[in-house]
């Protein structure tokens, strides 16, 4: 169980810090709820205390390993399907497992796309919504703005001869 103040990421929503635990009518009954105020869209998710390991809230990564995915050490690429749907499919999958490392794989993978051909609209939206998990992951894990996690990510995967 999570307590006020704690950084938690959702997988599908990115990362935010629990501003209270409420208790509120569900079905006739009384359930309690994390209030959930995510760092990046400035809004209130209320999620089920007792359905928070079912949607995969989990703790934010550690400073350490933010600083590593910052680094560029995030594991190799895992292949991309020719097929747009089989890319999609699994690039969803990478994202949903709440993993740092595969969020970021996501996001270079597609970035790489991009660069050789525009991304189809669904797509973008993947690549839209595995940035924003992970920059505000980043960001919490870090104490860094947007910008700065941004600029670093840049550099990095500049650097590094696949991209």
Known sequence: ??????HVLHPLHGAGTI???ITRPNGGKQQKYYSLHLVLDDIVLYIPVACG???GLRAICSK???LQILEGDFG???PQPSSWNCRYRENMERIRSGEICKVAQV????RIR???RTLAGSEKRVLECAEKILYSE?????GMSWEQIYRKLELQWKQLRWY
């Open 1 to 6: 169980m999570f307590s006020v103040g704690d």
């Open 19 to 21: 501003t209270s635990v």
């Open 53 to 55: 390991g079912q949607v």
């Open 64 to 66: 350490q390993k933010a």
């Open 76 to 78: 190799g690429l895992p």
């Open 107 to 110: 996001v270079v993978c597609l």
């Open 114 to 116: 991009n660069r050789r």
């Open 138 to 142: 980043l960001m919490l894990a870090t």
